[in-house]
């Protein structure tokens, strides 16, 4: 969970407000569930979660749970791993376990005419694992603003989505709503897709060349 600042908030976590689950990643490890997720997809299944955290740079509040000894950081504008962060450690794993792979950020406000469904749609067909941030507190009754980062598919009519929580373990905790609720959800934390696949893939209609700098 991230604060509003773009970094995990672990107090006040999706998994936090339910009772623990088997296998369940520690508060504050989203961005580090949706890795593991989409290397198992690329074939990678033993994978050391307490390691790929730690890879990822994730830090937890001194009153977070913290079964893996993560380092604690008591200011809470620095804990977790924001999205600028992500940009640059999320890629440096990818290379030790695959160097086939790299990592977009993609805001939705850089997405052309509002071509979200289009966008998460081409990336699936080209075999990206695609996640999506956005404000958890409009679907928990939360009121308050609470960041996180949950695994996103096409529902079953074109006016569905489907977010699927690998934070709960496995099987992700799967949540189905309306593209619309999930727009308003992402545009409350000025997020979009975080997109894991081979290179070229990366390389999407309605969206910024990456021929510039973007990542």
């Known amino acids: 969970m991230m604060n509003s600042n773009g970094r995990k908030r672990p107090p006040s976590s999706p998994q936090d407000a339910q009772p623990p689950v088997p296998d369940a990643w520690p508060p504050c490890c989203c961005v580090a569930a949706f890795v ?20 990822l740079g994730i830090t937890v509040g001194p009153d977070c749970r913290n079964p893996w000894a993560l380092p604690v950081e008591p200011d809470p504008e620095r804990q977790g791993v924001a999205a600028s962060g992500s940009a640059v450690r999320i890629p440096k794993v990818l290379a ?16 052309v ?6 966008v998460l749609e081409q990336a699936l067909r080209r075999g990206c694992v695609v996640a999506v941030g956005f ?46 609720d ?11 897709f975080w997109i894991i696949g081979p290179r070229p893939a990366l390389e999407l209609d309605h969206t910024p060349s990456l021929n510039g700098r973007e990542q």
């Open 36 to 55: 593991a997720a989409a290397l198992e997809k690329f074939g990678h299944k033993a994978l050391d979660p307490q390691r790929l955290a730690r890879l």
């Open 96 to 111: 030790e376990f695959d160097p086939r792979l790299a990592f977009r950020h993609l805001p939705f406000s850089r997405i």
């Open 135 to 180: 404000d958890y507190g409009r679907f928990s009754g939360q009121q308050r603003l609470l960041r996180h980062v949950a695994r996103v598919e096409p529902g079953s009519t074109p006016e569905s989505v489907i977010l699927l929580d690998d934070c709960a373990g496995d099987p992700p905790r799967k949540l189905t709503t309306r593209w619309p």
């Open 182 to 192: 999930l727009e308003a959800a992402v545009r409350a934390v000025h997020d979009g």
């Open 113 to 118: 005419a509002e071509q979200y469904d289009a």
